[in-house]
Structure formats: structure tokens, C-alpha cells
Nanobody, 117 residues
């Protein structure tokens, strides 16, 4: 099993920055294949923000490229999301995602990010 603990959400004005963190604790026998972040705004589908595989490859959603940076600490099984130049349309619940090697997804409870204009 995998438990994810998120932190770092909050409220900020447009143009500001926030940093999200997510720490994974695992008891299963399968390791991590990727870890990252998704978000869901009211009335919208959950969308990819950024994800980083253990190979090092990284994928960003189109709307955050150049503004958000994902990083991981493999020893601590922790993923970070540095968000800069935030826009009101970045307002959403941000969910940490952990993928294990069989391809199963685990989700954190979500952390709210509010960006005011």
C-alpha cells in the first residue's frame, strides 16, 4: 500500500509562487515508477500538471510549461512542484499521484490552491 501526504497549498495573488510537496510511504513490494501532480478545477476534469518518472523523464501539461517545475527526492520518495507566475486559472485542487511498477495509481487527498486576480 501507498500513503501520500501533501502540503504547501494555499492562497496567493496572481504572479505569485507556491511550492507543493508530497511524501510517499509504502509498504508494498513494488517500487515507484513515477510520481507527480494532477489538478481538478470546479466543473472540469482532472488534468495532468507534471509527472516525473524514475528514469528521469518529465512531462508537463501544456498550460504550465515554463512556469512550473517538478522535482523528486528518490531517497525520501518525495515529489515537489514549484509553481511560479501563478494565474487565476491555476486555481484547483492539486492531487499527488504515485504510480507503481505494475502501473497502479495512488492518490493523495488533494490540496487546494487559490490564485486571486
Amino acid at each position: 500500500q501507498v500513503q501520500l501526504v501533501e502540503s504547501g497549498g494555499g492562497s496567493v495573488q496572481a504572479g505569485g509562487s507556491l511550492r507543493l510537496s508530497c511524501a510517499a510511504s509504502t509498504t508494498g513490494r513494488f517500487g515507484m515508477s513515477a510520481m507527480g501532480w494532477y489538478r481538478q478545477a470546479p466543473g472540469k476534469q482532472r488534468e495532468l500538471v507534471a509527472i516525473k518518472a524514475t528514469s528521469g523523464s518529465t512531462t508537463y501539461g501544456d498550460s504550465v510549461k515554463g512556469r512550473f517545475t517538478i522535482s523528486t527526492n528518490k531517497i525520501k520518495d518525495t515529489v515537489y512542484l514549484q509553481m511560479t507566475r501563478l494565474k487565476p486559472e491555476d486555481t484547483a485542487v492539486y492531487y499527488c499521484n504515485y504510480k507503481d511498477w505494475p502501473g497502479r495509481d495512488y492518490w493523495g487527498p488533494g490540496t487546494q490552491v487559490n490564485v486571486s486576480s
